[in-house]
């Protein structure tokens, strides 16, 4: 009987402690709660309503994002191979193999048989940065004037065959290197008219074995093939290697201003004529 009595306190007591507790817990009721809104200092029309009543429907993707339309910066042309003229000129006189490549690392490798020659198509590469490859055998037992002459041709043209149309080259270069004593300008133009202006005062007759009066006709022939303007003047100088070799740096820098690009130009021909080939 106590026992009884016990259980239905206990139960009772419990009951009462879960119905107190079920007033004491707040209600969470399954809707959304209402939030006032502010008024719009600049209501919406129905139309931007429609439009945003759309938009929120719609799925994010790539081509919802913003685009944009700015056009890409034009390049310059490509240079991934580079601008490479090869050259075989072949007479009763001389065989010459020409290679070239303006947009090099200045590798030299040239073999005339004609020491002081080869010497000086070094100073073309290194000072370039041209990759000038010169195979050449002639009749170097008479002297050194046609194998000299012929190597020239062929560079001219190695040279006009790389240039192609010239769209976004400089076109002109400038330089004045020093060796020692010695100062040499050269400006020139790859205008695809050939002429050479020349005012070397060079004291010698050879240097070493080579012959001091193919200098001359070295550029004349190059310019000849080439089309290009070409100026070289002496504005100091008593050594004769100095003379000379100061020469090829002054062309090869010069050379190098007038072949590289132009970002300015974007691809264009460096011509008021809108055209730029060898008469």
């Not at 947009?103 to 030299?108: E, I, L, M, R, S």
Request: glycine content about 6%; overall charge positive; some cysteine.
């Amino acid at each position: 009987m106590e026992l009884s009595i016990s259980s239905r306190l206990l139960n009772t007591s419990s009951a009462a402690a879960a119905t107190a507790l079920l007033k004491s817990k707040p209600r969470v009721h399954n809707r959304h709660t209402s939030i006032p809104l502010l008024p719009l200092k600049h209501p919406f029309s129905p139309l931007t309503l429609k439009q945003m009543s759309n938009n929120s429907q719609s799925t994010l993707s790539c081509s919802s994002l913003p685009q944009n339309n700015t056009p890409p910066a034009p390049s310059s042309p490509s240079t991934a191979s580079g601008r490479i003229g090869e050259v075989k000129r072949v007479t009763k006189e001389t065989n010459v193999w020409v290679k070239i490549n303006l947009d090099g690392t200045g590798v030299a490798n040239s073999s005339t048989s004609i020491p002081f020659l080869d010497h000086m198509l070094d100073q073309l590469a290194s000072h370039g940065l041209f990759d000038v490859h010169v195979k050449a055998t002639g009749d170097i037992h008479i002297d050194d004037h046609h194998t000299n002459e012929d190597v020239a041709l062929a560079l001219g043209t190695a040279l006009l065959q790389s240039l192609g149309d010239r769209k976004g080259i400089n076109r002109f270069g400038d330089f004045s290197a020093p060796l020692d004593e010695a100062l040499i300008h050269v400006s020139l133009d790859l205008s695809g008219r050939p002429h050479l202006s020349y005012d070397l005062n060079i004291p010698t007759a050879r240097v070493g074995t080579y012959d001091t009066q193919l200098v001359e006709h070295f550029f004349q022939s190059l310019v000849n093939t080439s089309g290009m303007t070409l100026h070289i003047r002496q504005l100091a100088g008593k050594n004769s290697h100095h003379i000379i070799e100061a020469t090829f740096k002054a062309f090869a820098r010069a050379l190098r201003q007038a072949t590289e690009y132009d970002p300015r130009r974007l691809g264009t021909i460096p011509s008021s004529k809108g055209v730029l080939s060898r008469s």
